[in-house]
C-alpha cells in the first residue's frame, strides 16, 4: 500500500532553514506529481508547493523565493527546503498526493 513518512520538523528561529524529507512507497513514485500542505493551529491545511513527474516545480504566493521542492525519484523520496522561515510557517507540514497522505511533521518557528 501506499506509504508517506516525512521527517525533518523540528524547531527553527526566524530567518533560520529546515529541510524536509517525504520518503516514499507502495507506487510508481516517478509517475506522479508530489505535494506539500500544511496546517497550522486552528487553520484549515493549505497548499505549499509540488512538483509534477518529470520535475516542474509550482509554489503558493507567500513561498515563493523561500521554499523549494524537489525530488529524487531514485530514492523515492520528494523535499521540501525552507529557508528564511517566519513565525506564520509554523505548521505540520504532510507531503502527498490525491487521497494518500503522510502523517505529518511539525514545523515550529519560534524565538
Known amino acids: 500500500q501506499v506509504q508517506l513518512v516525512e521527517s525533518g520538523g523540528g524547531l527553527v528561529q526566524p530567518g533560520g532553514s529546515l529541510r524536509l524529507s517525504c520518503a516514499a512507497s507502495?507506487?510508481?513514485?516517478?509517475?506522479?506529481?508530489m505535494n506539500w500542505h500544511r496546517q497550522a493551529p486552528g487553520k484549515q491545511r493549505e497548499f505549499v508547493a509540488m512538483?509534477?513527474?518529470?520535475?516542474?516545480?509550482f509554489y503558493e504566493n507567500s513561498v515563493k523565493g523561500r521554499f523549494t521542492v524537489s525530488r529524487d525519484n531514485a530514492k523515492a523520496t520528494v523535499y521540501l527546503q525552507m529557508n528564511s522561515l517566519k513565525p506564520e510557517d509554523t505548521a505540520v507540514y504532510y507531503c502527498?498526493?490525491?487521497?494518500?497522505w503522510g502523517q505529518g511533521t511539525q514545523v515550529t518557528v519560534s524565538s
Open positions: 502527498g498526493f490525491g487521497t494518500n
Open positions: 512538483i509534477t513527474h518529470n520535475g516542474s516545480p
Open positions: 507502495g507506487f510508481t513514485f516517478g509517475s506522479y506529481g
